[in-house]
């Protein structure tokens, strides 16, 4: 297109002042990439750490203390309910005792391991021993058995129903740490037949869930409370709203810096384009005298926009990527783990790149109008 050729022998011809505009536009991308990237990475740590190991929808009976029927039929419906529903695992819990020199108040927990290991990931957090192989033992959180003074094949009395005295002798196979203080300090978990022996129950306190998408839950908790009416069905987003707020003001706070970056870079665009048009008003004349169309002397400009914003969009981009790799390099916990995790969305990247090349081209539109106004007979004239 002869427009484009022209726009880039426009731009070449002042190499300084292409490449002050095109580090400009690569400034602001790489500003809107490095931020939207860090503010995203935030957002999945926290949701990852605050519910990511977490049960995200949980059934559970409408009546305090009241177990489930521990029904095969319906595990399979819950696992083949949802294609969004990717984990199904039951659960026994009741509130406990360590009997010792001090009671300690814990929560007993019976999983099959199986089921809840996508959810909590026990087997790979184990720090020391193994899970549960046979009845009889259980595993404890690195806080509580610090706190206890206790190591792996001591054997302990919990206390599960203090009126009846109802105890046990239980030997410790393991120890986790699923990275909350609360839980490594209050949790024992051990098997599913073996939580059920000792509490002397046969039902399920409740069905836990997780979905392939944290944010579909309360869609999929309505369906569900909707199909089991008779049963309470509770989901993650209700329980943290103060988590959703603060990550709806993140995400606010990000729009708001990335727009305004924007918003610059598309003023000094304009601005210096705008001046190129009476900078190369000689050659519009003499191209217009030549048969160069209203409408093609305007796509040189607006081909100018677009060569500047694909360049800055690209440079930006690679910068921005740079940036936040650099920053989880020095940004680090004492364990030398990034404080924020490198995430990489390249849909968000892709399209902080197109907005770029869009805002390009359209600040190319006043000087490009202006062009188009351009009078052959006054740039004559006047020389």
Do not use: C, H
Request: charged share 15%; aromatic share 6%.
């Amino acid at each position: 297109m002869i427009s484009l050729k022209i726009a880039a022998r426009f731009l070449f011809s002042s190499k300084t002042q292409t490449a002050l505009i095109t580090i400009g536009i690569a400034i602001g991308v790489s500003v809107q990439v490095f931020i939207g990237s860090l503010i995203q990475g935030l957002q999945n740590d926290l949701i990852d750490t605050t519910i990511g190991n977490r049960s995200q929808i949980t059934i559970q009976s409408t009546q305090e203390g009241e177990l489930l029927e521990d029904d095969p039929q319906r595990l399979d419906a819950l696992q083949n309910y949802d294609s969004r529903i990717t984990v199904v695992s039951r659960v026994v819990e009741s509130p406990a005792n360590i009997i010792g020199d001090t009671n300690a108040q814990v929560l007993l927990r019976g999983l099959n391991f199986e089921e809840s290991d996508p959810i909590y990931n026990v087997d790979n957090n184990i720090t020391e021993g193994r899970l549960p192989e046979s009845d009889q033992e259980i595993v404890l959180g690195t806080t509580l058995m610090e706190k206890r003074n206790l190591s792996v094949g001591d054997s302990v009395n919990i206390l599960v129903d203090p009126e009846e005295g109802l105890s046990a002798a239980m030997t410790i196979s393991g120890v986790f740490d699923l990275g909350s203080a609360s839980i490594n300090d209050t949790w024992i978990l051990t098997s599913l037949e073996n939580a059920k022996a000792l509490l002397d129950v046969n039902g399920l306190s409740a069905y836990e869930m997780q979905v392939d998408d944290v944010f579909d839950s309360a869609a999929i908790q309505e369906s569900l409370q909707n199909t089991y009416p008779e049963l309470k069905v509770s989901e993650w987003q209700a329980q943290n709203q103060d988590l959703l707020s603060g990550l709806e003001g993140q995400s606010i706070s990000s729009t708001m810096i990335q727009v305004f970056v924007m918003v610059s870079v598309v003023l000094g665009i304009s601005s210096v384009l705008a001046i190129t048009v009476l900078q190369k008003s000689r050659q519009l004349g003499i191209l217009k005298a030549m048969g160069i169309t209203d409408g093609k002397a305007s796509l040189i400009f607006l081909s100018e926009g677009l060569i500047l914003g694909v360049m800055g969009a690209v440079l930006g981009v690679l910068f921005g990527l740079f940036l936040a790799f650099m920053f989880t390099q020095f940004a680090v916990n004492p364990d030398g783990t990034p404080v924020v995790a490198l995430y990489i969305n390249p849909p968000f990247i892709a399209l902080s790149a197109v907005i770029a090349a869009s805002a390009s081209v359209l600040a190319a539109l006043i000087p490009a109008r202006k062009s188009a106004k351009l009078s052959v007979i006054e740039v004559i004239r006047n020389g």
